[in-house]
């Protein structure tokens, strides 16, 4: 019997019916084999039969998932396979059959024993070798199989892969240690060596079975009287990777299947997916609701208030279940602190982060550690409060005397421990003592009857605890005394329990379920609500394909001789399509979420959101307030398709005429016409400079188009690039693994220290050689195969290259040189992204680098619809990236140039200022601009003839008081004002910041660095008071930092700034500070993320850094993860204050609408006052040594001289220095076009240098400007 | 409240000394596994057992054991030698399922042999530690003898546990369904009542 119907059916039930039937004519259940998917199922099945029998005895059922069956027959036939293993060493009468657990242990060894040479990701090769390994088994593979496969993808490490396995395989019969994937082997071996005793089977859920599954079936099938088989021929969820097959089960068996046809709103809507996504149509949003947004924590509050909405209305926290991909520490953070119930089922995990789990590992490593040295104490403050049960004070105390002791006596903990009289720290020393050279097993379960009550509140911990003490006997079982504790410890606490089908989550009674769709699929869990999120992230297409594995050619049934990237694509979405039509099944409604950037702050692509039709349409008739361009900005919109460059001086609306742009493409008042079609965002394809610029622009087009379901793709060229290498597995045809990573600028740091050291090459040359290599690398992309000659910067260059390709990481550079190679050596890609690319806007373009103008080229290639908008004047870069100037004149030169000439941003005395130094550049005989002179807009600049002041001064000190008088006096009129000091330097930000704060003049530095940001600051500064408490130092900071923030009133500010003892003693109960912050002093989070989350969250919440709160508890813990503890974690925190990227996570900052920048005065450089404008601009100590025009008295540095020398066409020095000083004229260019109302230039005969006054020659603008007047 | 529907002999057990500590072991699941050498040492005498009735060779398996534990097993053997052939099952598991004031519930349970001679049924229980004090009124003697007159649909039945090492043994016969059913519905009705 065949039934062929989807899970909305009775067809269950039907094969329960006829199972009992069985039975009640009389077969012996021990006859009927019964195969379900997993053991939820098994459960489900057993209790049907249960409901559904009549008294008595119903039988020894044989029911059982295909593992759980495997598990059985290799357990209850172990005898024949002993005897059939040669070696007489290691008999085992019980086989272990262990957890993934000990054979990842095995297979890491094993892999240490194979040259796996210039292989380029060591990190991720157990994971890429443990996939082979288990799509082999799944698919039953043999050995001619294995070989065909391998030579269909042309594999470069197969050999390395099968001596890997090989060994693997070996070690785990020397160790008689079986994991459930390496069971599929023993169990072919036993079926096909014993008898068959099964008469009939019943198997549900067959679209899902594997390959190995199917030959058991196919090889009893001749002693089978009747098979009973139920399944949906448009499932098979589980292809790729997990590793289904879609079965012919009316060929299997040559009788036809019993069709069940349903019409319910579910079957049709399912189908209806399933449809549209297999014939390359959108799927229109019926009965469903489609929300998105910016950030995801926007996005997630969304998810809580329309929960809330629901359980309003009645609905059951068991009818709803939320799918995502990405169920990480933000998601389950944020949905926890709603109060709702949830269930979280992770897809794959480590047993410590579970918090108790984490405390009872740190306990046993402390027992384990005989020297004692590295007990963090903020940890053991969490074992003496979480574990042993001391209050918070008792605990901070020991460990203050720890402290002390361990520093002046080289105390050790124990010892400290014996010395105490209380009875806690009695019975913690006995234990200690009774316990210290046990097994691990036996520490741990006398710590769980000691110091674990097992009652309700933490039932979920004992699963872990139970799962943790499995792990822990099998690796005794194994290896017995082979493994060290500390070794074990290490290993358990670095294992991801995955996949492994004898987990046995339980769905709560009661509880909004949180899975990946998969398991929602697997458990078949039914609910009224079901929320997808996080739907444009490309974690919901799961990952088939890697350097070592191809889910796709090692499926049994492969039949073709070659694999496409068209192959990918097609079986990837006819797997989704399966799996959505699956999920559809599941619910009476859903909802659909995405955000633009997920919680890292990163862009969101390549989710399912590309199935769906989204309503792309901008009507003008819902516009707020339509933008009406002026005269000289018209011109732009005239544009109908090719090539057009758009020159946008300083101040003349460039953005705004960008947003109308994209509005009137996707409202079709431009660029309609047939040969380009349909345009939707996802066609638009807009280029930033600078990833702020990407994120405002998306902000500004959500704003104003709340209604656009999708946004254009707007980011920056090194974000396109990450998306071109990531889409679609295109990261293996470049041999990267697909968990490759960008290093940051820490870790490349710590790498070219690390290379000069061992090439004896001082580290004072560190910038020499990072500044090199992003230039050599720029050199390769322009010109192949060029070779370098200077021999010490190319070994230096290739040593890092090889540690990058060791570690599973690419730099920046790498990042547009390789998406580059993908487009240009494989047409597929190359195609797929020329048909979506109709269109490109590049902001910034004077800046674009020849790799960015390159790929530009390439992706417009199909439609050849480029805008390119800059300003020539305003390229300020050239000196320290590998922006290409003239490549954008060359551009302009065969496109239709478009100016936009008015600035309405600057008085007139400063438009006339910023076109003098235009003249002044050509006066002086160089070419740093464009022709374009900008002109004001007819009633709208302030006239101010005299808006320019140029100032020389005798002394330094007159300069600064003018700064400083100026500034008081501005402030004083008008409190609105913006005042900005440009600067040429970072070095004399601290010095002016300084001299303001001690005139009591507000400032705010501009720049990413991380302290400057609320949320990382009080964080950081609560992270060490928890560390330090005894500090009084450290409270009163933290104080003034809140206070600061109007967190807490002056009444608490002035109480904390007299304390003299620590605060947590002081017992002020009427103090909120002080129950804040022992609130924070007492609450052990095992995780630095919960911790920094909470604190976060408890003073951000609703504001407009919220939004940061996730992206500080994410860099605090990835730190963590790489340092031995908490304190050292925080230290390293406090050190990267000043960095603005962290593992490529950036801060948000919203400097523009920030309140609290009121009455401040903005100090910045030159450089990174770009992009924004002032009411009242300072550009003071401009001398020559600052801002040099004059070629004769420049100087080289040595930086400049060293880059030109790793070029193919390497500038003579002269060229250079004029290179330089034209950049020289467009940076003061760019400084006075900051001004709005007020500019003043300045400068002093005199500067004091390392502590002397000495003699400074003013920059020739002031005479050249005074030449021109 | 949830409840447990479904018995072996140890939930028995531990609901008949405490209803509490049942439901928090069975409802909620709020247990450590704790594995101890006794019962690993049993477990490989089941496996042995189980493997020497089903006729496989275990003389390379026997290589795992101590001397002591050799010697024992050897005495094993011989005890089983001239039964192996009329063990009709090994590692028999069963689901019966009753019912107590029109309620169903299940009893489970696995016999660890079944020996048939003469239209008798022995179930054999290997035991590593000892026989129970009262075996006759042992909750898994009940729910064996139950179950097997169920199963069997027969009273000649008997119940025999036997210490692996001493080679000491016990046997219980078959009283009447209603005795057991009396003394199992009151265990049960502990949990259902509440």
């Not at chain 1, 259940?29 to 119903?58: A, P, R």
């Not at chain 1, 007990?375 to 402290?403: N, T, V």
């Not at chain 1, 070629?1191 to 080289?1196: A, G, Q, T, V």
């Not at chain 2, 447990?4 to 209803?19: G, M, Y």
Request: aromatic share 12%.
């Amino acid at each position: 019997m065949i039934i062929n119907a989807n899970s909305t059916t009775n067809r269950t039930l039907i094969l329960i019916d006829e199972y009992i039937n069985l039975l009640k004519k009389g077969v012996n259940s021990e006859k009927i084999l019964v195969l379900v998917q997993n053991s939820k199922k098994k459960n489900e099945f057993i209790n049907l039969i249960k409901e559904k029998f009549d008294f008595g005895n119903i039988g020894n059922l044989k029911i059982y998932s295909f593992f759980g069956l495997v598990y059985n027959y290799v357990n209850e036939n172990w005898a024949l396979i002993e005897n059939s293993i040669k070696d007489t060493k290691n008999v085992k009468i019980l086989p272990n059959l262990c957890g993934l657990e000990v054979s990842q242990y095995i297979f890491k060894n094993c892999i240490n024993e194979v040259d796996f040479t210039g292989y380029n990701s060591k990190t991720s090769l157990l994971h890429q070798l443990l996939r082979r390994y288990s799509l082999i088994n799944f698919n039953a593979l043999d050995k001619k199989e294995i070989k065909l496969r391998e030579n269909i993808l042309k594999e470069s490490y197969s050999n390395e892969a099968r001596e890997a396995i090989n060994k693997y395989k070996l070690k785990t019969i020397e160790k008689r240690a079986f994991d459930y994937i390496r069971q599929i082997n023993l169990f072919e071996y036993l079926y096909k060596n014993l008898k068959n005793e099964f008469e009939y089977v019943f198997l549900d859920d067959g679209d899902e079975i594997i390959p190995a599954l199917l030959e058991y079936l196919k090889y009893i099938k001749k002693d089978i009287k009747e098979f009973f088989i139920g399944y949906d021929s448009n499932g098979s969820s589980r292809l790729g990777y997990l590793g289904a097959i879609n079965v012919d089960f009316e060929e299997f068996l040559g009788e036809k299947a019993h069709k069940i046809t349903t019409i319910d709103k579910k079957t049709k809507n399912a189908l209806k997916i399933l449809n549209s996504i297999k014939n390359d149509e959108l799927i229109e949003l019926e009965n469903i609701e489609q929300r998105t947004f910016l950030r995801r924590d926007e996005m997630l509050d969304d998810v809580i208030n329309e929960i809330k909405n629901l359980i309003n209305q009645g609905v059951k926290y068991s009818d709803i279940s939320i799918i995502t991909p990405l169920c990480d520490e933000f998601l389950k953070s944020s949905l926890e602190k709603s109060g709702f119930e949830f269930n979280f089922i992770s897809k794959s995990e480590k047993l410590n982060q579970n918090r108790l789990i984490g405390y009872i590992l740190e306990f046993l490593k402390i027992i384990n550690d005989t020297n004692n040295s590295d007990i963090s104490p903020y940890c053991l403050k969490g074992i003496l409060m979480e574990l042993i049960g001391l209050r918070g004070a008792s605990a901070l105390q020991f460990i203050q005397e720890y402290k002390i002791k361990r520093e002046l006596e080289d105390k050790n903990l124990f010892e400290l421990i014996k010395e105490k009289k209380e009875e806690d720290f009695k019975k913690l020393y006995e234990i200690y003592e009774k316990i210290r050279f046990q097994k691990l097993s036996f520490q741990l379960c006398e710590i769980i009857t000691n110091y674990i009550p097992l009652n309700k509140e933490i039932s979920k911990d004992i699963i872990k605890i139970n799962q943790l003490l499995k792990q822990i006997y099998d690796f005794e079982e194994v290896f017995d005394d082979e493994v060290g504790i500390n070794e074990l410890i290490n290993q358990i606490e670095n294992t991801i329990i995955s996949e492994n089908p004898l987990s046995d989550d339980e769905i709560e009674e009661n509880s909004i379920v949180v899975s990946s769709i998969q398991k929602i699929i697997d458990y078949s869990h039914k609910t009224k609500y079901q929320f997808m999120l996080d739907i444009n992230n490309e974690g919901w297409l799961k990952q088939d394909i890697g350097p070592l594995y191809n889910a796709w050619v090692m499926q049994k049934s492969w039949k073709k001789e070659s694999f496409e990237l068209e192959d990918n694509m097609e079986l990837t979405k006819d797997r989704s399509a399966r799996m959505l039509y699956k999920a559809y099944l599941l619910a009476d409604k859903i909802y659909l979420y995405s955000s633009s950037y997920d919680s890292l702050g990163l862009e969101n692509f390549s989710g399912i959101d590309k199935f769906y039709k989204f309503d792309s349409k901008i009507e003008n008739s819902t516009l707020q307030k339509p933008i009406i361009p002026r005269q000289d900005q018209k011109a732009v919109f005239d544009y109908n398709g090719g090539l057009m460059s758009v020159s946008a001086t300083a101040g003349s609306g460039k953005t705004t005429v960008m947003l109308l742009l994209i509005e009137k493409i996707l409202s079709k008042e431009i660029l309609n016409n047939e040969e380009i079609g349909e345009i939707e965002p996802k066609n638009i394809f807009v280029l930033t400079f600078m990833e702020s610029a990407a994120r405002n622009f998306k902000e500004r087009i959500k704003q104003r188009y709340p209604q656009l379901k999708e946004l254009p793709n707007i980011s920056t060229i090194h974000g396109l690039a990450l998306r071109i290498i990531k889409e679609n597995n295109n990261y293996s045809r470049l041999g990267l693994d697909y968990d490759f990573e960008i290093i940051d600028e820490i870790k490349r740091t710590s790498l070219l220290n690390e290379i000069l050291y061992t090439l004896g090459i001082q580290n004072d040359k560190l910038n020499l050689y990072d500044s090199a290599i992003s230039t050599y690398k720029s050199e390769l992309a322009k010109y192949g195969d060029y070779n370098c000659s200077n021999k010490l910067f190319l070994k230096v260059f290739n040593l890092y290259q090889a540690k990058l390709k060791e570690s599973n990481l690419i730099d920046y550079d790498d990042l547009l040189f390789l998406s580059l190679k993908l487009l240009k050596e494989n047409s597929d890609i190359l195609e797929y992204y020329q048909n979506l690319a109709k269109i490109i806007i590049e902001d910034e373009a004077q800046d674009s680098s020849f790799i960015q103008q390159s790929l530009i080229t390439f992706l417009s290639g199909k439609y050849n619809n480029v805008i390119r908008c800059g300003d020539i004047n305003q390229a300020i870069t050239s000196t320290f990236t590998n922006s290409d100037v003239e490549g954008f004149r060359e551009f302009m030169k065969k496109s239709k140039n478009v100016e936009m000439n008015r600035c309405q941003r600057c008085a007139t005395g400063i438009l006339d200022c910023a076109n003098n130094v235009v003249k002044f550049a050509n006066n002086k005989n160089f070419n740093p601009f464009s022709t374009l002179i900008m002109k004001p807009v007819e009633g709208v600049n302030i006239v101010d003839k005299n808006a320019v002041k140029l100032n020389i001064f005798e002394k330094e000190n007159e300069e600064i008081d003018f700064v400083i008088n100026k500034i008081k006096n501005i402030l004083s009129k008008d409190n609105k004002a913006s005042c900005a000091i440009l600067l040429r330097s970072n070095f004399a930000i601290a010095r002016w910041e300084q001299l303001l704060k001690d005139k009591k003049i507000k400032t705010y530095c501009k720049s990413d660095a991380f302290i400057n940001n609320p949320v990382f600051k009080i964080c950081l500064l609560i992270l060490e008071y928890i560390i330090e408490p005894y500090d009084i130092k450290k409270v009163k900071t933290l104080i003034e930092e809140l206070f600061k923030l109007k967190k807490y009133d002056i009444a608490t500010l002035e109480y904390v700034k007299n304390i003299n003892t620590p605060l947590f003693l002081c017992q002020n109960y009427d103090e909120q500070f002080f129950w804040d912050m022992n609130y924070f002093l007492y609450k052990n989070h095992y995780s630095i993320y919960n911790l920094v989350y909470e604190i976060g969250n408890f003073y951000f919440k609703n504001t407009k850094q919220e939004v940061n709160i996730s992206l500080v508890a994410t860099i605090a813990q990835k730190i963590r993860l790489n340092q031995k503890s908490f304190e050292n974690t925080v230290k390293k925190l406090r050190e990267i204050q000043f960095r603005s990227n962290f593992s490529n996570i950036k801060l948000f900052n919203d400097d523009k609408n920030d309140e609290s920048r009121e009455q401040t005065v903005q100090i910045m450089t030159l450089h990174k006052s770009k992009g924004d404008e002032f009411d009242y601009v300072f550009i003071p100590e401009l001398s020559q040594d600052n801002m040099c025009f004059n070629i004769d008295e420049y100087k080289l540095k040595e930086n400049s001289k060293f880059n030109q020398k790793i070029k193919k066409i390497p500038l003579d020095d002269l060229s250079l220095k004029k290179e330089i000083i034209e950049e020289n004229f467009r940076l003061m260019y760019v400084g006075i076009t900051r001004a709005k109302k007020k500019l003043f230039i300045s400068a002093s005969n005199s500067y004091k240098i390392y502590n002397k006054v000495r003699p400074s020659k003013n920059s020739e603008f002031f005479e050249g400007m005074e030449s021109i007047i | 409240m949830k409840k447990i529907d479904t018995f072996s002999a140890n939930s028995l057990k531990l609901l008949d000394k405490s209803v509490l500590e049942f439901e928090n072991k069975y409802l909620y699941n709020l247990s450590i596994m704790k594995k101890d050498k006794r019962a690993i040492l049993g477990q490989k005498f089941h496996n042995l057992i189980c493997f020497y009735i089903k006729n496989f060779d275990v003389s390379k398996l026997i290589l795992n054991l101590t001397q002591d534990e050799q010697k024992s097993w050897q005495k094993l053997k011989d005890y089983l030698k001239d039964k192996k052939d009329d063990f009709i099952k090994t590692e028999y598991s069963f689901l019966i399922k009753e019912k107590l004031n029109s309620k169903p519930y299940f009893l489970t349970g696995r016999f660890d042999a079944v020996y048939k001679k003469d239209g008798f049924y022995v179930i054999y229980d290997w035991k590593t530690l000892n026989i129970p004090k009262n075996p006759k009124d042992d909750l898994q003697s009940i729910v064996y003898l139950f179950c097997a007159n169920k199963i069997f649909k027969t009273e000649k039945i008997k119940l025999k546990y036997l210490s692996i090492e001493k080679l000491d043994s016990f046997e219980i016969p078959f009283i009447n369904p209603d005795y057991y059913k009396e003394k199992l519905d009151k265990i049960i009705l502990k949990h259902f009542i509440k």
